[in-house]
């Protein structure tokens, strides 16, 4: 069923299908906007939407490979198969389809693919339904959908303190 969306000033999104108009809820963050129908709320995503302002500046084709260290100011999507390092000031997206075997250090990061190595995310780390990780990972913001898969240790950056014990209330 196609539908078309419209986006209202107030940052509301319609769907329009047989003429009907629905409100959906929307979310922002990091660089992706989600958007979905409430009685979607649960489905699966396999690829993140970008949000506008976020360009993906250099691509690894599927057909592709890659050895080596790859520096960038911009956004980076692989979806070939990727070994060494990627370092940018942008977001790194890891296509379904896409091997990589690399240390990322990144503002965002989504994993839809296999990613063997480390990820210093400075937003967001989202590893979709169909993405795995085998590797530590830093990051302020962690999403890992449901079917996802992540194996190593996790930090997160921020100045969160755990609260402290002190005289329970009644006291």
């Known amino acids: 069923m196609n539908q078309s969306l419209k986006v209202a000033a107030d940052g509301s999104v ?3 299908a047989d003429g009907s ?3 959906a809820e929307v979310t922002a963050v990091g660089f992706y906007t989600n958007y979905t129908r409430r009685s979607q709320l649960f489905r699966k995503r ?5 949000a506008a302002g976020s360009k993906v500046e250099n691509v690894i084709g599927p057909s592709a490979s890659f050895n080596g260290h790859l520096k960038a100011d911009g956004g980076v999507r692989i979806d070939g198969v990727f ?3 990627i370092e ?3 977001n790194v997206i890891i296509g379904e389809g896409a091997k990589v075997i690399a240390d990322i250090t ?6 839809a693919g296999a990613v063997k190595g480390n990820i210093n995310a400075i937003g967001r780390l989202e590893i979709l339904a169909t993405g ?8 302020s913001s962690f999403l890992i959908d449901e ?7 996790s930090a997160m950056q921020g100045d969160v303190k755990p609260p402290e014990p002190g005289p329970s209330e009644g006291q």
């Open 14 to 16: 319609r769907h329009k």
């Open 21 to 23: 108009t629905e409100l």
């Open 46 to 50: 396999k690829e993140p939407a970008l």
């Open 83 to 85: 070994e060494g390092g």
């Open 88 to 90: 940018t000031a942008g």
């Open 106 to 111: 990144a503002n965002n990061v989504s994993v």
């Open 132 to 139: 795995r990780v085998w590797g530590d990972i830093s990051v």
């Open 147 to 153: 079917g996802g898969f992540f194996y190593g240790q």
